[in-house]
């Protein structure tokens, strides 16, 4: 471990956990979480179905493992929640046409509704999250996020 980072890491002498920036980053997380359940509550609709909803609406007809990648989940927590979602209503799958072994997955016009509601009540939570900072401020902590995830991607 070089000296330049040892100030941010919980074996050095003088640690403190505000110094660590994983701490942070699960607090946003965490925090984040608990403002988004709250607000889809009255929906029905909890994190991580939305996460794979708004998922599905950047790339229509995604596959089950490309929305995996996606959220950061794993195959089978995926897989169950395409089909929860299937359940409600929201989604549609099918076999892939060039290769049946894939299954893709696509928003039903319920979908479609909901990611609407979905977004309009994101913004609110946007809003709260960064009152006080400027556009810039938001891209650049965005690149360094960014820069830290696929540091830790391979």
């Not at 509550?41 to 089950?64: I, M, Q």
């Not at 794993?74 to 169950?80: E, L, R």
């Not at 299954?103 to 990611?115: I, P, S």
């Amino acid at each position: 471990m070089t000296k330049k980072y040892a100030k941010f890491l919980p074996s050095s002498e003088d640690f403190n956990l505000d110094d660590f920036p994983f701490y942070w980053i699960t607090q946003v997380h965490a925090q984040y979480v608990l403002n988004v359940d709250h607000v889809l509550k009255k929906f029905g609709v909890d994190n991580s179905r939305r996460r794979l909803l708004v998922a599905l609406e950047t790339k229509p007809d995604a596959s089950v493992s490309e929305l995996s990648e996606m959220i950061v989940s794993k195959m089978s927590t995926t897989t169950k929640i395409v089909y929860r979602l299937k359940d409600e209503g929201y989604v549609e799958t099918y076999s892939c046409p060039n290769d049946a072994r894939i299954t893709r997955v696509k928003l039903t016009e319920a979908g479609r509704q909901m990611t609407s509601k979905i977004n309009d009540l994101m913004g609110v939570v946007l809003e709260q999250s960064f009152e006080g900072l400027t556009p810039l401020q938001i891209e650049k902590l965005m690149e360094s996020l960014k820069h830290i995830f696929r540091n830790l991607s391979h």
